[in-house]
């Protein structure tokens, strides 16, 4: 039976540390994708020249040059992102992947991520879950499937990623979020599976300072319509994390800045309603989970 066809797009800016090791990892796939466009985004550094000599090697592989000079930001990787899917839209592929530049994995990892979207139509979005250089891995909550994806590693049904429109540019962050949350808006299943393990090698938030990158998150929960239980009850889980009971409290002032601030969300209304339902409903079931 041959195996349903995959794509790539990943936006690197600055990538010479990691990008050969993500590379190396994408090309030992006992499942290479159909094609993978990796988009330098106005790179400075060894990037494309690194990139180039893969593409060079491996014909699947192709990078896209963005020359507009720009800070490292949120909007500028999802305008990157966008470039390279346009690459895409003449291609007949079945699944659609983001893929980070600072990330490796184990050869069958795509192999067995597919083998999982296998006999479940409503799967529309997946993926393997992180680790940090700490050694820490998300875990779902007791009783739960992990419905969170990382970013770093999201692959959608191809239908899926269409009918939700791809990214949003969101000026703090969360573009996983969001494609999560309006995934399952149109009726598909979500899952992070923990069995299939990949190695992060930048901290999370870290670009621009950790304690920024946590201030970032708080805006971040906020522009996207979290309920406030919910973002307490999520920093209290998260307290180990380095830096730790600092960087969650900076999250939560950020998040109460924005409050505070009057901030304008950048989410429709209805996004808002139904992720606060979906929170609301985990709250209760985690607190029964006690009482029970």
Known sequence: ?????????????????????????????????????????????????????????????????????????????????????????????????????????????????????????????????????????????????????????????????EMIGGYPALPYGGPDTFAEVAARMQGWDVEGFQDLVVQHYRPVGSAGGILRGRFRQGLMDFSLGYLPSFELARCARRIRERPAVIGVVIRVIGFGWAYASFKKRQVPVEFVQFLRREQSQRLRAFLMSFVR
């Open 1 to 161: 039976m041959q195996n349903p066809a995959y794509v790539l797009v990943t936006a690197a800016r600055n990538e010479e540390q990691f990008i050969a090791q993500t590379i190396e990892s994408v090309v030992a796939q006992t499942v290479q994708p159909l094609q993978w466009v990796i988009i330098s985004d106005a790179s400075t550094d060894q990037t494309d020249r690194i990139v180039q000599r893969y593409a060079d090697q491996y014909p699947f592989i192709r990078l896209l040059r963005l020359t507009k000079d720009h800070p490292r930001n949120f909007g500028a990787q999802v305008d990157a992102i966008r470039a390279g899917v346009g690459l895409l839209r003449s291609c007949s592929y079945d699944f659609i992947g983001n893929l980070d530049a600072d990330v490796s994995f184990e050869p069958d990892y795509f192999g067995a991520l597919l083998q999982r979207f296998e006999g479940r139509p409503s799967l529309g979005l997946a993926g393997g879950t992180v680790r940090e250089l700490d050694g820490s891995i998300r875990e779902a909550c007791r009783g739960e499937r992990l419905q969170a994806v990382a970013h770093a590693v999201q692959l959608f049904r191809r239908p899926c990623f």
